[in-house]
């Protein structure tokens, strides 16, 4: 059984653009989870789908967005980069509606540096 | 937004030493997990723990929720190389569905 993708792997931005994640999560699982992981604030959750529905946000300024698709794959988008963008994101799927009642299994994110 | 605060934030033992690592909060907490994270990936579930004063063990590994709910730790025995990697505890918070994650915990062993 495949395990969470992310692609890509690494990004490299400048300021001012905007950049789009991809994560397929594991066949079967129907809830995606995106974090922010920085060495200054650790993991930080932005978002929960289930089934194309946001089911949970983070408190990310509305510069992150995201959305899953009907085939449970998932995006998330940054507009308008900056600095303190530059993180590994990681993506996580659960078989659960909500992480609350099923493990997250987390892809090997996608680290993005903005210049 | 709500932190846990984890200890300590790195260590460096001997191979074979135990090593013990903690995570606490100011409120309660439903659910503690454990993940480990080796670099270049994704964290990876250790242990979950789902009730007040449970005690869990994964091979070497042995984990508790903590009475008061506001509190977990982990411990590792008889540690070997590949044990090597950033330990995070993460938990729900009472009444929320939003994972909560510590700074993380980086361990080197030493062979």
């Known amino acids: 059984k495949a395990g969470v993708t992310q692609t890509p792997r690494y990004l490299i931005k400048t300021r001012g653009q905007q950049v789009t994640l991809s994560c397929s999560p594991i066949s079967g699982h129907r809830s995606v989870s995106w974090y922010q992981q920085t060495p200054g604030q650790g993991l930080q959750f932005l978002f929960e789908?289930?089934?194309?529905?946001?089911?949970n946000k983070g408190n990310f300024p509305g510069r992150f967005s995201g959305r899953q698709f009907s085939n449970s794959r998932s995006e998330m988008n940054v507009s308008t980069l900056e600095l303190g963008d530059s993180a590994l994101y990681l993506c996580?799927?659960?078989?659960?509606?909500?992480?609350?009642?099923?493990?997250?299994?987390f892809g090997n994110g996608t680290r993005l540096t903005v210049t | 937004g709500q932190q846990l605060n984890q200890s300590p934030q790195s260590m460096f033992i001997q191979e074979g030493e135990d090593v013990s690592m903690n995570c606490t909060s100011s409120s309660i907490f439903n659910t503690w997990l454990w993940y480990k994270q080796d670099p270049g990936e994704g964290p990876v579930l250790l242990i979950a723990?789902?009730?007040?004063?449970e005690l869990t063990s994964n091979g070497r590994l042995t984990a508790q929720f903590g009475i008061t709910r506001k509190d977990s730790f982990l411990n590792i025995s008889a540690s070997i190389p590949s044990d090597v990697g950033i330990y995070f505890c993460a938990g729900f918070q009472g009444g929320s569905e939003k994972l909560v994650f510590g700074k993380g915990m980086k361990l080197t062993v030493n062979p």
């Open positions: 723990l789902y009730k007040a004063g």
């Open positions: 789908y289930f089934s194309e529905t946001q089911r």
């Open positions: 996580a799927s659960s078989s659960a509606p909500s992480s609350y009642n099923s493990p997250l299994h």
